[in-house]
């Protein structure tokens, strides 16, 4: 069987899947070539990351398609259910890079608390000339230990940030309408492991509490963040969304770090992707990187050799 990889995926996936006996193409194929490419090669198995859309076009007109597997996630870029309708297996890969997304909040978190994505560019330029008057202009950092992390969405990837955060000496709160309650096994290199035990509590508390807010919830039809949700936070807050574009309100956001309610937020994500909007690109109290929250390489290690096993376990 063939097993078309439009997105890429890693040597790991390749290796387990060949070995199982299975053909993978990694070709990238454009989104309007795509169902006659899968026709014409005889594709079984359809793997994406987010770039591809699978939508009723190529399942109803591939046939032989009996799995869509998603490197990742979240699975908006694909018509999950009206796949399985038609008999068609979907898998995606929901642990797989929750550690990885949470390091790269943690990376911004840090960098926006002592002004790193300012500093890293401004001592290239003016370090030689202006060195005293940088120092002053970044002396005035905050240290994450002893603030509220604040969760919204408190599932695989939240509980993962929340570790970080408990680990980096922090109150965690978390909002989630799913989930009620959970236990956090933090593990460390020696063996030891601490738990916790986190309840979630309102939204509303979870705005009005956070030092930090980091955002782990799916693509919705509406805003989870959106101007009345930023009058409820505190002055002078640091926001997170490396979840998806379009769940913060990036007009609301501009509006609350210029009034001072947000003192500086990470972009991890964008409601116009791949083409973010200039405001935000060109916006120094932004933090920002090219939704490359799940783009580390053990991650994508991880993702394929999961992807293959569920692969391998469907088809045998």
Known sequence: MKVLANDGVSQSGINALESAGYEVLTTTVAQEQLQNYINENDISVLLVRSATKVRKDIIDNCPGLKIIGRGGVGMDNIDVEYAREKGI???????????????????????????????????????????????????????????????????????????????????????DPFIEEANLELDFFDGQKVNFDIKTISKEDVLKQADFITLHVPAQKDYVIDEADFNQMKDGVIIANAARGGVVNEVALVKAIESGKVARAALDVFEKEPQPEVQLLMNSSLSLTPHTGAATNEAQDRIGVELADQIINILG
């Open 89 to 175: 297996h979907v898998i995606n890969t929901p642990a797989a890079s929750s550690h990885s997304v949470a390091e790269l909040v943690f990376g911004h978190f840090y960098g926006l608390a002592r002004y790193l994505h300012n500093s890293n560019r401004d001592m290239p330029l003016e370090g030689d000339k202006n060195f005293k008057s940088l120092k002053k202009a970044y002396a005035k950092g905050k240290e994450l230990k002893g603030k509220t992390l604040g969760v919204i969405g408190f599932g695989r990837i939240g509980q993962a940030t929340a570790k970080i955060g408990l680990g980096a000496g922090m109150k965690v709160v978390a909002f």
